[in-house]
């Protein structure tokens, strides 16, 4: 039986478009750090401190000359990010919202969690239709440390008053999504395709179970819970 759902935001219940991939890159390139934007494209759901931190590592050892470039890096991203998602173009996946709707007639509590900070996280659940449709949100800026740690599907179970990983899901679209589900012991750690990996390296990475997008994931959790094997 799965009492809570932890979907990811962008990519799985959000679109992407590339927006945080090019923010990410154009920021690096500002501040002089170097990357590619496969190499991002890896680190997908990662808390973006981190990302920074560790590019800027790469570059430095020295920690005053680290801090700056992670700093710089860091803010130049977070200034085109907000901008673009000022602009406007931030909508739910196609059927997402019914998706949550469905989970929550099944009496299935619904969190959301995130690598995004919070003023980023506060836009996108606002833009996207997702304020007050859900029971937490959760993102790297209420954890000590984000994904693939697990820390924000414990705090969305807190927040939810869920009392053990085996009656949680978690679904989403890049390795650390799933890793951090995997880390969690969730029942069910699912990947969708709908946005930046494919079925087979989501897979790789340990989900057990993948599917198109997050339109599926009701029926996938009613048939799981009739078939704990399923």
Not at 117 to 135: K, N, P, Q, S, W
């Amino acid at each position: 039986m799965i009492d809570l759902v932890v979907f990811d935001m962008a990519g799985t219940v959000i679109k992407d478009d590339d927006v945080v991939l090019d923010a990410f890159v154009r920021a690096a390139t500002e501040t002089g750090l170097t990357t590619t934007r496969e190499e991002i494209n890896a680190r997908m759901g990662m808390g973006k401190l981190e990302v920074f931190d560790e590019l800027a590592g790469r570059q430095s050892r020295e920690g005053a000359e680290r801090a700056r470039l992670r700093d710089a890096g860091y803010a130049a991203f977070r200034r085109t990010l907000e901008d673009a998602y000022r602009q406007g173009g931030v909508a739910a996946m196609p059927g997402a919202h019914t998706a949550v709707q469905g989970l929550r007639r099944q009496g299935i509590r619904v969190a959301l969690n995130t690598g995004f900070y919070r003023a980023v996280t506060d836009i996108l659940v606002d833009r996207a239709g997702f304020a007050g449709a859900v029971d937490a949100v959760v993102c790297v800026d209420d954890v000590p440390v984000g994904r693939p740690y697990p820390f924000m599907i414990f705090e969305a179970m807190a927040r939810t008053q869920t009392p053990s990983v085996a009656r949680v899901a978690v679904v989403g679209d890049t390795p650390v999504d799933i890793e951090a589900g995997r880390n969690a012991g969730a029942r069910l750690v699912v990947g969708v395709t709908s946005g930046a990996h494919t079925a087979r390296t989501l897979r790789h990475h340990g989900a057990t179970h993948v599917v198109d997008g997050v339109h599926n994931v009701p029926e996938l959790v009613r048939r799981t819970s009739r078939h704990p094997h399923g």
